[in-house]
C-alpha cells in the first residue's frame, strides 16, 4: 500500500485560496487525508513564515504575529502534522510605497525534508501542495529514489513542475468544497 509524506507551501496555498476560492475557510486534516489518497500519512508538513515585524511593531503588527503563531499552533496539534518555518525578510518600498517582503527558507526546508526522507526510503509517496519550480530538484532527487510524487496545484503551476511530477491534481471548487471547516 505504501507511505506517504504531505508537503504544503503554506503561502502558496493561502494566495490560491484568497485569488481563486474567495479566502476558504479548510479544514486541514480533511487536506492532509485528500492528499494522501489513502494511504498511510508519515506527516504532514506545512511551510510557511510568521508575519514580518519592526524592530518597533505596530498594534497591527503583533496582532497579525499572534494570530499566525495560533493558527501554526493549531497545526502542530493535528495528528501527524509539523508546520516548518522560514523566515520573511524585509526589502524595501516600492514605487507606490509599499513593503517588499520575501519568504527565506521555506523551499530548502521543503527540499531537505523530501530528499531525506526518499534517501532514508522512508515514504513511497510524496503529495506537493506547491507551483513554483524552486522545489524541482528535490523532487528529481525523491523520484530517483523510488518516490511517486503527486502535484496538487492551483490554475497556474509552473510548467516545469507540472512536467516533472508524476501524478497531478488540479485544486477544483469542488475538491475545496470536500475539505472546508463544517
Known amino acids: 500500500m505504501g507511505r506517504i509524506a504531505n508537503f504544503i507551501d503554506g503561502a502558496y496555498f493561502q494566495f490560491m485560496l484568497r485569488d481563486e476560492f474567495r479566502e476558504a475557510?479548510?479544514?486541514?486534516?480533511?487536506l492532509a487525508e485528500k492528499m494522501s489518497g489513502g494511504k498511510e500519512v508519515l506527516r504532514t508538513y506545512f511551510?510557511?513564515?510568521l508575519?514580518?515585524?519592526?524592530?518597533?511593531?505596530?498594534?497591527?503588527?503583533?496582532?497579525?504575529?499572534?494570530?499566525?503563531?495560533?493558527?501554526?499552533?493549531?497545526?502542530?496539534?493535528?495528528p501527524r502534522f509539523q508546520v516548518r518555518l522560514g523566515r520573511l525578510e524585509f526589502r524595501g518600498y516600492k514605487d507606490n510605497g509599499k513593503p517588499i517582503f520575501e519568504q527565506k527558507r521555506v523551499d530548502i526546508l521543503m527540499g531537505v525534508d523530501l530528499a531525506l526522507l526518499a534517501a532514508k526510503h522512508q515514504v513511497t509517496d510524496a503529495a506537493v501542495l506547491a507551483g513554483d519550480s524552486d522545489f524541482l530538484p528535490a523532487i528529481i532527487?525523491?523520484?530517483?529514489?523510488?518516490?511517486v510524487i503527486h502535484l496538487f496545484h492551483g490554475q497556474n503551476p509552473h510548467?516545469?513542475?507540472?512536467?516533472?511530477?508524476d501524478e497531478r491534481t488540479r485544486i477544483t471548487q469542488d475538491f475545496i468544497d470536500s475539505i472546508l471547516i463544517k
Open 25 to 30: 475557510q479548510i479544514d486541514f486534516g480533511k
Open 47 to 49: 511551510y510557511d513564515c
Open 51 to 78: 508575519p514580518y515585524q519592526s524592530p518597533s511593531p505596530t498594534d497591527d503588527e503583533r496582532i497579525r504575529f499572534g494570530k499566525r503563531q495560533g493558527f501554526h499552533a493549531a497545526l502542530d496539534r493535528l
Open 141 to 147: 532527487a525523491a523520484k530517483q529514489e523510488g518516490v
Open 159 to 165: 510548467r516545469d513542475l507540472v512536467r516533472e511530477c
